[in-house]
């Protein structure tokens, strides 16, 4: 899904480019209107994630050597 997102971004400002319309206000509102919320979601997905725990709790090992 990512991959998807930023391929139609990198494709949308390089035809935005082309035809000369990155120019315009409303263009650039919405290019950080976009980037804010893709930012924003990025830190609460931060915040939500939870650290796996790799080891089972009931096998305890020494790793102190």
Do not use: M, P
């Given at each position: 899904m ?21 120019d ?5 509102a919405?290019?950080l ?7 924003s ?6 915040i ?8 089972p ?8 050597h």
């Open positions: 990512a991959l998807i997102l930023t391929a139609a971004v990198t494709i949308g400002l390089f035809v935005s480019g082309l035809l000369e319309i990155l315009y206000f409303i263009v650039k919405l290019l209107i976009g980037f804010g919320i893709l930012f979601a990025a830190i609460v997905y931060g939500k994630n939870d650290t796996k725990k790799n080891r709790e009931d096998k305890l090992q020494d790793d102190s």
